[in-house]
Each structure stands twice: as C-alpha cells, then as structure tokens.
C-alpha cells in the first residue's frame, strides 16, 4: 500500500460556538499551500459534488486541468490562485472548511515529508481534490459546506462580487490613520463593530479586534465617530502588530487549527482579553478585570477599568 506524507491545514474553530477563520489563519494556510501548489501545473482537479455554499462554476474541472499557478495571494478572506489560464481559483473556507496537502513517500526533500500515512480514499466530505505535478495533493474538506471555491477572471478579479466592497488590507500602505479617521467620522455605530466591518478594513475578525482594542484602552461600546483623531491614530499600529504577531505565531488554535507543518497555532497564548472573562487585567497597574458583553451576536471582551 502506498504510503504518502499528509499535512493537515485545519480551520475547525470553536470556544462555545464555531467561528470564521481571521486574516491570520487565512494567511497560514496560503503560506502552507505555497509550496505544494505554487508555479506547479493542476494535473487532475476531481471535483466530487456539483457545490458548496453555491455551486462551482460549470466545467470546473476541466477549467483548472491543465493550468499552472503562477501566484498565490490572499484578499481578505479569500485565498485567490491565479493561473495561466488567466483565470483565479478563489477560495473561501467558511467555519468548517480544511484542506490537506499530501505527497507521495520518499521525496524528502521538503516539508511535506515530515509526516507519514497510509494514503485513505478521499473521506465522505473531501469535495475538491487537486493532484498537482510535483505529486502533491491538495484536498479541500469541509463538512458544513459553508466554505466555497469559485473561478472568475483575473484581470478582474477585484470587481467580483466578494471582493469588490471589501476595504484596504490592513498591512498594505493604503490603510493608514488618515483614511481609517475619515472612513470613522460618520460612524455611530461602536468602534468594535467599525472595524467588523469588510468595507472599512479587510479581514478582520471577532478576537483581533478584541486584542487591537485592549491593548489601545479603547472600549468596544465607545461610538467610533466619536474618537479622537489622536486614539484613531493608535488603532492602525496596534492592528499591524496584532495580525503579524498572530501570523508568525501560525495564527490561533482554539479547538484543533493546524499550521502547514502540522504544528497548532500558538497567538491564543498571547490574548490579553479575548476569552479571559473574569481573569485579571494584564496592563500594568490597572487592577481590572475583563468582562464580556454581547455585541451585535459576538462576544466582546475587555477591562472595563483601562478602556475607554
């Protein structure tokens, strides 16, 4: 029986409830599907149910048969593969989307090599598989089906309908206290929910913003048009420091979130307020404690004593 080395990406996330993976996670999982998929020709794509969230667009299979990719990149979210076609794979994972990279036994040449197991016929809930020419295969899981994978054109790609509202990326130039104070002064709505929001900054997500707001002092209920220009200016290098520790730290594993190597996300071990309800403040002398309160569905967490 052949034997295969199999890396499992996985983005299964919950504490009480299931969760969207974060920019962080999303980007981890690009990174470990660089090396099996990048600049590497799709020699099969097996597409094993006719959808998703939506269904795949017609003639998938025979549309990314064929196609090297020549880049890989993320938007938000969304992990787009660009091929010479001149087409993009996008991919979204949704709550419950995986996907595993395995490579037959005997190449020890890379990374993919660290890990041994018999090789499976493709599980109840493997929709898409991709045998790339390396002999790396890719395989997309998900057993909600709230993930999705489409193909649209990349010259314009951003014009499609789920990247085409999103705002700038939080660690790219355009994203800078300026714009964030302008896009802020109309908004009533909680500065929690502000940065929520895809169309004023992209990717985003429930725990980053927890962390971005404790380590500011701003309070999650503070009204965002309500900020100073001075606070505002505090939000943008907490936001870049927050997403690139998370990223080196392989992002963050609540429940059984695997990095490429197979190694868990470690970024929990450093939240100072996301899931410490109860548990003291760990700013200086505050002497606080952090609290959770509900906010448009999601918990929010933070230390009533030093945000404000």
């Given at each position: 029986m052949r034997q295969i080395c199999r890396v499992s990406i996985r983005h299964y996330f919950t504490t009480k409830v299931n969760r969207m993976p974060e920019l962080p996670e999303?980007?981890?999982?690009m990174r470990g599907l660089m090396p099996a998929m990048l600049d590497q020709v799709i020699v099969v794509a097996d597409i094993r149910r006719p959808d998703l969230r939506w269904p795949f667009p017609d003639n998938m299979s025979t549309r990314l048969r064929g196609k090297r990719v020549i880049r890989m990149h993320r938007r938000s979210k969304y992990?787009?593969?660009?091929?010479?076609?001149?087409?993009?794979?996008?991919?979204?994972?949704?709550?419950?989307?995986?996907?595993?990279?395995?490579?037959?036994?005997?190449d020890v040449s890379d990374m993919l090599a660290q890990f041994h197991h018999l090789h499976a016929a493709p599980a109840k809930h493997d929709h898409v598989v991709l045998d790339m020419e390396n002999g790396a295969r890719v395989t997309f899981n998900d057993?909600?089906?709230?993930?999705?994978?489409?193909?649209?054109?990349?010259?314009?790609?951003?014009?499609?309908?789920?990247?085409?509202?999103?705002?700038?990326?939080p660690l790219g130039n355009s994203f800078n206290g300026a714009y964030?104070?302008?896009?802020?002064?109309?908004?009533?709505?909680?500065?929690?929910?502000?940065?929520?929001?895809?169309?004023?900054?992209?990717?985003?997500?429930?725990?980053?913003?927890?962390?971005?707001?404790?380590?500011?002092g701003i309070s999650p209920k503070?009204?965002?048009?309500q900020l100073s220009a001075k606070r505002i200016a505090t939000?943008?290098?907490?936001?870049?420091?927050?997403?690139?520790?998370?990223?080196?730290?392989?992002?963050?594993?609540?429940q059984d979130h695997r990095q490429a190597t197979g190694e868990l996300g470690y970024f929990q071990h450093s939240f100072a307020a996301y899931g410490r309800e109860g548990k003291p403040c760990n700013k200086g002398e505050c002497g606080g404690t952090i609290a959770r309160i509900t906010q448009s569905g999601r918990s929010s967490f933070y230390c009533p004593s030093c945000q404000r």
């Open positions: 999303v980007e981890t999982v992990i787009l593969c660009d091929l010479d076609s001149g087409e993009s794979l996008l991919i979204h994972l949704g709550m419950s989307g995986r996907m595993t990279i395995s490579k037959p036994d005997g057993a909600r089906r709230f993930g999705a994978m489409d193909l649209l054109e990349t010259a314009t790609a951003t014009e499609h309908k789920l990247l085409r509202d999103i705002g700038p990326e964030l104070q302008e896009r802020l002064k109309t908004k009533a709505s909680p500065i929690k929910s502000a940065l929520l929001d895809q169309g004023i900054v992209a990717g985003l997500g429930n725990i980053y913003v927890c962390e971005v707001l404790w380590r500011t503070r009204k965002a048009n939000l943008v290098p907490a936001i870049r420091d927050v997403l690139a520790e998370a990223i080196a730290a392989g992002g963050s594993s609540l």
